[in-house]
């Protein structure tokens, strides 16, 4: 083979005998690179929208389970609130129940003290009309 002296100065003919500086299969290489360089671009293009969506679907659940967990605690708190009002009120009856029986026990004492003084009075005005 001889040697071709426009190789030996860099320069090359393509497949269309255009002339280059770059050797074919250099620039057919580089090319390829070129190539896979841009769908590799693309692909973490792509990963990254997968990436993205995922990150916003996460998000989305998480702001619903922090929804959910202060609607519970809420209903907690609110149960608790409800316990204590019960237990408040049962105290007040129970107090009003107390009071009640106090003011049946003085009315008590109240009717059987008239009920003495009827009898008396009845058996004044017994004896007052017997003696007339």
């Known amino acids: 083979m001889a040697k071709d002296p426009l190789a030996d100065a ?22 390829e690179l ?26 989305e659940l998480a ?10 605690i809420g209903a907690r708190n609110l149960l608790k609130s409800v316990a204590k009002q019960r237990e408040s009120q049962q105290q007040q009856l129970q107090a009003l ?18 009920s003495k003084v009827e009898a008396e009075q009845n058996e004044f005005i017994d004896q007052f009309i017997l003696q007339k």
């Open 10 to 31: 860099g320069l090359h003919f393509d497949e269309l005998n255009k002339l280059r500086v770059l050797d074919p299969e250099v620039a057919q290489k580089t090319t």
């Open 97 to 114: 129940i107390a009071e009640k029986k106090m003011q049946l026990e003085r009315y008590r004492i109240e009717y059987e003290a008239l």
């Open 34 to 59: 070129k190539e896979e360089c841009k769908e590799f671009v693309d692909k973490i293009g792509q990963f990254q929208k997968i990436v993205g969506g995922l990150i916003e679907l996460v998000d």
């Open 63 to 72: 702001k619903e389970a922090e929804t959910e967990k202060m609607k519970a």
